[in-house]
């Protein structure tokens, strides 16, 4: 039988997924007859499969304990900037600790990472475009064409991100067949292309699918995709750069965001989507109704996300471990994987009128820091969380789960709320875990992008409505004024923790600030109880060498592959040397 193979770059690339049996949870197959799959409408749905499954692992996270196992990680760093740490020292120490360290070798070997998983998925996308007429049933091959040019995009997009100007390949290519190098485009060019396939998507994708096909690519995603390219393409930073591949090398700040604007006018025309309402009063009922957001798979607020499995089956479908993984040791946590910083903590304002007090940090604080935050003194999943040492005796959830003398435990004096699910089990089951999906884009994101476009265009009226939408929605008080710095807080808090908040700093260009631990260490709470007197102590985490967060200048494009460079004959990203 005849196969299609699949070639990336000048090396081949073989898939390897786990096959699951809900939406998109099938696995690509890494060979398939290229005549049956094109006309078979089960295998070309699963053949299309690996581009949804490939956007994102999503939750689906595997950091190994031994350094061994560093080039087998699957690690998202946009989980880890400012907001979030690590209480288990192992994970500092793998893979993704090297890379925040800036160990050269380990982001070398990452972004090749990135590298190849993209451009086979690019591979696949532009062997399906070729191919796509062969698929008989016509409905189905609308929705696939509009898939492919959605994903193509989007996978152009986030090699953009990381990279710069990238290759530019809209056609199989196969290098032992027939030489071909391509140049690296400009950012122009990247603009262009993204923008061009989004459109595409955006006429050939539905508004909305039926509840059976939740979770496909719609024409909002599309569009959200397009908005987003221009939202990127005009940050200040990318302005009059000397070379194309890094940023126009005139300053396109103004029609980029006039691009934005009216790319995100025509997603909110659409109608399809709205921000989740909070009819709660109270603080522990708005609390619950916001954390609810995350739990609620495929809602009126969801523009794009993850699927993970229904059954949270990770050993052979694709749920994951995140309850697990930031669970604190009172529901036998072992890992204290996702622990929120006093950085963040800091973020939250007060609200109603109040004035802090240093005494009583955590009262009156915005509704939305008792959602996303497990804190001293809190209830969860019936529990009071216990963060604090009485006469310097660690309380329960600041010390190891049982006998263990390695388990982790949260080092900032902080547990996860957003995003975990109060009602899941924690234990060590080898099969079965958890089932939230993952959101990638959501609607009062689009909001907040919108009113920075506004801002930064000058309709501050624009801005102020916008931002306020998203603060009424969770009872905070509205602004009568809008600055810059709210703009950015609002963003902080409201996308906290999720991947936008580690690509702003990229594209606002504060990352040699915000990701470096010499300007802006991670910060810890210690709360010590004394013969009744409570004292509050913030102090700063990882101030030895060897686990202070690096970022050098040359991070805000990773390296391409040196076998790449070589190859196609094009400028390596500056700063790097080949290791």
């Not at 982001?107 to 008989?136: C, E, G, M, S």
């Not at 990770?314 to 529901?331: E, M, T």
């Not at 240093?358 to 820091?369: H, S």
């Amino acid at each position: 039988m005849m196969k299609i193979k699949i070639w990336i770059l000048g090396a081949v690339a073989s898939l390897s997924l786990t096959a699951c049996n809900s939406l998109f949870d099938d696995a690509p197959l890494d060979k398939i007859s290229d005549e049956a799959t094109w006309t078979n409408s089960q295998l070309v749905d699963e053949y299309a499969n690996t581009w949804y499954r490939e956007m994102s692992s999503g939750f689906s996270i595997y950091v190994p304990s031994s350094t061994l196992l560093k080039s087998v990680s699957r690690y998202y760093l946009p989980w880890f900037g400012d907001q979030l740490t690590v209480g288990k020292s192992d994970w500092f120490n793998a893979g993704y600790g090297d890379i925040l360290k800036g160990n050269e070798e380990s982001i070398t070997r990452y972004a090749a990472n990135r590298w190849a998983a993209y451009y086979t998925q690019l591979q696949y996308i532009n062997t399906f475009l070729v191919n796509k007429d062969k698929v008989p049933d016509a409905a189905q091959k609308q929705r696939l064409e509009g898939e492919a040019h959605f994903f193509r995009a989007y996978y152009y997009y986030m090699l953009w991100r990381r990279f710069g100007g990238v290759l530019l390949i809209d056609h199989p290519y196969d290098p032992l067949q027939q030489k071909e190098v391509f140049p690296r485009a400009s950012y122009e060019q990247m603009v262009d292309f993204i923008v061009a396939d989004a459109d595409k998507a955006a006429e050939l994708l539905p508004t909305t699918y039926a509840l059976s096909e939740s979770g496909r690519i719609t024409k909002g995603a599309a569009l959200m995709l397009k908005a987003k390219t221009y939202l990127w393409a005009s940050s200040e930073v990318f302005q009059n750069k000397d070379k194309g591949y890094l940023g126009f090398t005139g300053d396109a700040s103004k029609e980029m965001l006039q691009k934005a604007q009216a790319a995100y006018d025509a997603l909110f025309a659409l109608n399809a989507y709205s921000l989740i309402p909070i009819a709660a009063t109270t603080q522990a009922d708005i609390k619950d109704e916001y954390r609810k957001i995350f739990l609620t798979k495929n809602s009126q607020e969801s523009i794009l996300e993850v699927q993970h499995s229904n059954d949270g089956d990770y050993a052979n479908k694709f749920g994951h471990k995140l309850d697990r993984d930031a669970a604190a040791p009172s529901f036998t946590g072992t890992t204290a994987a996702y622990t929120p910083t006093q950085n963040h903590v800091d973020e939250y304002g007060m609200r109603d009128g109040a004035t802090y007090d240093a005494t009583k940090p955590y009262e009156n604080r915005d509704y939305r820091f008792y959602a996303n935050i497990l804190y001293d003194g809190c209830t969860y999943h019936k529990h009071v969380m216990d963060l604090h040492y009485t006469d310097k005796v660690a309380g329960a959830d600041l010390k190891p789960y049982g006998t263990s003398t390695s388990a982790a435990y949260s080092r900032t004096g902080y547990y996860l709320g957003k995003f975990v699910d109060e009602t899941q089990s924690i234990d060590d089951n080898g099969t079965y875990a958890s089932k939230q999906n993952y959101i990638i884009w959501r609607y009062a994101e689009a909001l907040l992008d919108r009113a920075e476009v506004a801002f930064r265009l000058g309709d501050e009226q624009k801005a102020l409505q916008l931002v306020n939408q998203v603060r009424m929605r969770v009872h905070m008080d509205a602004y009568t004024g809008i600055t810059w710095e709210q703009i950015v807080n609002e963003r902080r808090v409201e996308l906290a923790f999720e991947e936008t908040s580690y690509w702003d700093h990229f594209r606002w260009g504060n990352a040699e600030t915000k990701l470096n631990g010499s300007k802006n260490p991670l910060k810890a709470m210690r709360i010590d109880v004394n013969k009744g007197v409570t004292k509050y102590t913030i102090s700063n985490l990882n101030r030895f060498p060897g686990r202070i967060r690096v970022f050098d200048a040359k991070e805000y494009y990773f390296p391409i592959p040196w076998s790449e460079i070589k190859y196609q004959g094009i400028d390596q990203n500056p700063g790097w040397k080949e290791v």
